[in-house]
Nanobody, 123 residues
Framework: QVQLVESGGGLVQAGGSLRLSCAASGRTFSRYAMGWFRQAPGKEREFVAAIAGSGLSTSYADSVKGRFTISRSNARSTMYLQMNSLKPEDTAVYYC????????????????WGQGTQVTVSS
């Protein structure tokens, strides 16, 4: 399995930006499709964005389209989530996840998880 560590969370005002990073170790990073998920207090974890192992294909939840951008550097074994125009409803713990497939899979196939990083957006 791959080990994942998120960073970059914090407190930001509405309309601001944050960039999350997810550093991977353990196996060849490019073999994994990667994803970001989030969980707000009292809510179930939800899908945010995903990217194929090659980086050539991406997918986004409707709630973040046009505001968030997922990317990866296979040379650095790192995935990113650039979050712009943040809203209070984006407040959550953000998790990165990996699936041992090259293309973007069903969310149920993500089976390696980081510990999460808190993002808080104030109004």
């Amino acid at each position: 399995q791959v080990q994942l560590v998120e960073s970059g969370g914090g407190l930001v005002q509405a309309g601001g930006s944050l960039r999350l990073s997810c550093a991977a170790s353990g196996r060849t990073f490019s073999r994994y499709a990667m994803g970001w998920f989030r969980q707000a207090p009292g809510k179930e974890r939800e899908f945010v964005a995903a990217i194929a192992g090659s980086g050539l294909s991406t997918s986004y939840a409707d709630s973040v389209k046009g505001r968030f951008t997922i990317s990866r550097s296979n040379a650095r074994s790192t995935m990113y989530l650039q979050m712009n125009s943040l809203k209070p409803e984006d407040t959550a713990v953000y998790y990165c996840a990996a699936a041992d497939v090259a293309t973007i899979p069903l969310t149920s196939l993500f089976d390696s998880w980081g510990q999460g990083t808190q993002v808080t957006v104030s109004s």
